[in-house]
């Protein structure tokens, strides 16, 4: 019992010295940061990177990775969305 008396004010002190956002800011989400700027007048074309980077080009121009960026196009030859088709 005594422990909990003496304990009960040192907590309190430490508190108040702390301040009372101490919680608050520790707990804060980090500040966010702007994404860097990419020149896109600098992009080649996934046909140049084939030419030095054939095994990945391979595996990754029929994913779903290649048509992700791409406008969705849900029908025709340039389609980018996949059928949802259940069978």
């Not at 800011?25 to 054939?54: F, N, R």
Request: with cysteine; net charge positive.
């Amino acid at each position: 019992m005594k422990r909990i008396l003496f304990g009960s004010p040192l907590v309190l002190i430490i508190a108040a010295f702390l301040g009372p956002n101490f919680l608050s800011k520790s707990q804060a989400l980090p500040v966010e940061t702007s994404l860097p700027h990419i020149d896109q007048s600098q992009y080649v074309g996934s046909k140049k990177c084939a030419e030095c980077h054939p095994s990945y080009y391979e595996s990754w121009k029929d994913s779903a990775h290649n048509k992700m960026i791409r406008p969705a196009i849900a029908a025709g030859p340039n389609k980018t969305v996949p059928s949802n088709s259940k069978t």
